[in-house]
């Protein structure tokens, strides 16, 4: 078989709350997953042995990058000892939020079961996935909005997209998820709103009423101690979004627009700082 070549797209977290701490250290939280247009583009072609690299020479090759830990994992699922050459062009900033390493290794999961001829059940995939990070599943579904809890890897798809355009914006700081959960304000004792009908509120009946329930619980304590982060959400609303928030862990930003021509104006000015990707209404990754 020839090479094969698909881009691995991004996601933002259109709110995330975190809801408690299980025995095990985890935390259980609520999110929603929304799909954006940033990607990294991978290709995988036939070889004797498993290799891998990438379009940035400090980018880690070895069997802590997920892709590796997922052809690893596919192959042993499998009880194969097929190799394959993964090239990865990184284009998603690492340490934003954005989910590019997960979805990186949801895309190395499906283009090696294809390129070794496996054809293993869907299932089986989502189960590898799990066991290679919490939100790698969600780059395995329909490729639109999802519904998520647990530790972000119970999945639910709506069968929405989201009805407006998307800015995201990185404001250069890597900001690592362990830091996050350690530092994170908690807020357990709250009651948690229903995510999932606002979700349906907003992008069924346009309701914008519900958009504060969409909060983010790690943007408090990463705005306090990555100032440019603040910084970077202020200009998102000055340049007219209706709303904007971090994405998962940070620090990457996202705002919200109503029409795709603000949006892209948008996108051209923050671009002058930032790394900045637009993401039109209705996006889906499939």
Same mark, same amino acid.
């Given at each position: 078989?020839?090479? !094969?070549?698909?881009?691995?797209f991004?996601?933002?977290?259109? %709110?995330? @709350?975190? /809801? ?7 935390? /259980?939280l609520? /999110?929603v997953?929304?799909p954006?247009?940033?990607?990294d ?7 004797g ?9 400090? @980018?880690?090759t070895?069997? /802590? ?5 997922a052809?690893?994992a ?15 062009d990184?284009?998603?900033? *690492? %340490?934003?939020?954005?989910g590019? #390493?997960?979805?990186?290794a ?17 299932? &089986?995939l ?7 990070g $919490?939100?790698?599943?969600?780059f395995? #579904?329909s ?6 809890? %647990?530790? %972000?890897d119970?999945?639910e798809? +709506?069968?929405?997209?989201l009805?407006?355009a ?5 404001? #250069?700081?890597? !900001?690592?998820?362990?830091?996050a ?6 807020r357990?004792e709250?009651?948690?709103?229903d995510?999932?009908? $606002? ?5 069924t009946?346009?309701?914008r009423?519900?958009?504060p329930? *969409?909060?983010?619980?790690? &943007? ?24 904007a928030? @971090? ?9 919200? *627009?109503?029409?795709? $021509?603000?949006?892209?104006n ?11 990707s637009y993401? +039109?209404?209705s996006?889906?990754?499939?």
């Amino acid at each position: 078989m020839e090479s !094969i070549t698909r881009r691995a797209f991004a996601k933002i977290n259109v %709110g995330l @709350l975190i /809801t408690g701490k299980r025995p095990d250290g985890y935390h /259980t939280l609520e /999110t929603v997953f929304a799909p954006i247009a940033w990607y990294d583009e991978l290709t995988v072609s036939p070889a004797g042995e498993l290799s891998m690299t990438t379009s940035i020479p400090d @980018l880690p090759t070895d069997d /802590t990058n997920l892709c590796m830990r997922a052809a690893r994992a596919l192959g042993d699922a499998a009880g194969t000892g097929s190799g394959a050459a993964i090239h990865l062009d990184k284009q998603v900033p *690492f %340490g934003a939020g954005l989910g590019g #390493g997960s979805s990186d290794a949801a895309l190395t999961l499906r283009l090696l079961d294809r390129l070794w001829g496996l054809d293993t059940p869907r299932d &089986e995939l989502h189960r590898i996935a799990v066991t290679l990070g $919490a939100d790698v599943s969600y780059f395995l #579904g329909s490729g639109g909005l999802a519904y998520a809890s %647990g530790i %972000g890897d119970e999945l639910e798809e +709506p069968g929405l997209s989201l009805p407006f355009a998307v800015v995201t914006v990185f404001p #250069g700081e890597h !900001i690592s998820t362990v830091w996050a959960y350690r530092n994170f304000y908690s807020r357990f004792e709250r009651t948690v709103p229903d995510l999932r009908q $606002a979700l349906h509120a907003l992008c069924t009946d346009g309701d914008r009423s519900v958009l504060p329930l *969409f909060e983010n619980d790690f &943007e408090p304590a990463v705005v306090d101690n990555f100032p440019v982060v603040g910084v970077a959400l202020d200009e998102l609303r000055e340049q007219g979004c209706f709303y904007a928030s @971090l994405s998962g862990s940070g620090s990457a930003v996202f705002g919200l *627009f109503d029409d795709e $021509a603000s949006a892209e104006n948008a996108a051209a000015e923050l671009g002058r700082r930032y790394r900045v990707s637009y993401t +039109p209404p209705s996006f889906t990754m499939s």
